[in-house]
T-cell receptor, first 111, second 115 residues
Framework: DAKTTQPNSMESNEEEPVHLPCNHSTISGTDYIHWYRQLPSQGPEYVIHGLTSNVNNRMASLAIAEDRKSSTLILHRATLRDAAVYYCILRTLYNFNKFYFGSGTKLNVKP | DTGVSQDPRHKITKRGQNVTFRCDPISEHNRLYWYRQTLGQGPEFLTYFQNEAQLEKSRLLSDRFSAERPKGSFSTLEIQRTEQGDSAMYLC?????????????FGDGTRLSIL
């Protein structure tokens, strides 16, 4: 399984930007980078994905390093509802139906 | 879009009993997945269906576990002779046919507690 490395936990203040890092040094050229988050007592929720270029949607932005060995999920203004576990996942071409979630980053947002 | 629905949300049973969970995917999605999540860990892949065909099974899916998707719509996951170690959240997800970067949409899971 393609592996990613994330910090166990991070803390942010409400209404401030949050940058959640992910390392994926063994990424291959066809691997997509996906981010999901899981709020307490809920199933994971899709956030964003990208291949090479930076991506923006209504929830977040994804910044991908030029060598693609790392990426950063950016929440532009954290709210209390953003407190969740964030998972960075590589979606591989040869095994694309099998997600490897890892332990993710638990984000705490302080009011 | 009504989302992925799972039933029941909670199940408490005695060790040795059989349990069955149901998942209703998003209606136009032909791919369906089951995951298991234990406390403090990320979800672990169990099995995957494309339409009614079960195309992949994890080694985590012992012979006490069986999953079906008889008409390519809803799916069931059955655990026979439950054990303490089966206590977990069981998550179902679905995705649309298409490129391999299609996101998976998850239900809120069935929490199984074995007494």
């Amino acid at each position: 399984d393609a592996k990613t490395t994330q910090p166990n936990s991070m803390e942010s203040n409400e209404e401030e930007p949050v940058h959640l890092p992910c390392n994926h040094s063994t990424i291959s050229g066809t691997d997509y980078i996906h981010w999901y988050r899981q709020l307490p007592s809920q199933g994971p929720e899709y956030v964003i994905h990208g291949l090479t270029s930076n991506v923006n949607n209504r929830m977040a932005s994804l910044a991908i390093a030029e060598d693609r060995k790392s990426s950063t999920l950016i929440l532009h203004r954290a709210t209390l509802r953003d407190a969740a576990v964030y998972y960075c996942i590589l979606r591989t071409l040869y095994n694309f139906n099998k997600f490897y979630f890892g332990s993710g980053t638990k984000l705490n947002v302080k009011p | 879009d009504t989302g992925v629905s799972q039933d029941p949300r909670h199940k408490i049973t005695k060790r040795g009993q059989n349990v069955t969970f149901r998942c209703d995917p998003i209606s136009e999605h032909n791919r369906l997945y089951w995951y298991r999540q234990t406390l403090g860990q990320g979800p672990e892949f169990l099995t995957y269906f494309q339409n009614e065909a079960q195309l992949e099974k994890s080694r985590l899916l012992s012979d006490r576990f069986s999953a079906e998707r008889p008409k390519g719509s809803f799916s069931t996951l059955e655990i026979q002779r439950t054990e303490q170690g089966d206590s977990a959240m069981y998550l179902c997800a679905s995705s649309a046919q298409g490129a391999y970067n299609q996101p998976q949409h998850f239900g809120d899971g069935t929490r199984l507690s074995i007494l």
